[in-house]
């Protein structure tokens, strides 16, 4: 058996993407809870959280830029989490977490970004 005859490298591929039984591997519940939970609603909740409801004081503005800043970072790291978790889980890095992860992070900086300006302008 060598390893660089074909077939045996085809055998090998097939058998690192595909489970013991045979079927094709997806994406576990911790995926998809990281995912729906990590990127969206905890971010969200910490936004809610933090808005202010009345009339906006200096110290409500800062405190609606942290938490959007929170939120970014929050979002950044379940995107890096799923990240690392589908190259545990495949064994490979597969195009679409990394376009998600690219994602998410041009979006976290650009949210952290308009904090910033938006805090100046208000509060300035």
């Keep these: ?13 097939a058998q ?14 911790a995926s998809i809870l990281i ?19 009345n009339a906006p004081e200096a110290s409500d503005y800062v405190r609606m830029a942290l938490a959007s800043v929170a939120a970014a970072v929050t979002a950044l790291a379940s995107a890096s989490a799923l990240l690392v978790l589908d190259r ?3 064994g490979r890095l597969r195009l679409r ?6 994602v998410v992070a041009w ?4 949210t952290i ?4 300006d938006r805090l100046v302008t208000l509060i300035g």
């Design 97 to 102: 977490m990394l376009v998600v992860w690219l």
């Design 113 to 116: 970004g308009g904090a910033h």
């Design 1 to 13: 058996m060598r390893w660089d005859d074909p077939c045996m490298r085809t055998a090998s591929i």
């Design 35 to 53: 995912a729906a939970l990590g990127i969206i609603v905890v971010p969200m909740a910490i936004v809610v959280a933090a808005n202010s409801y």
């Design 107 to 110: 979006s976290a900086m650009a």
């Design 88 to 90: 545990v889980e495949f």
């Design 16 to 29: 690192a993407s595909s489970t013991r039984d045979g079927g094709v591997r997806r994406p576990g519940l």
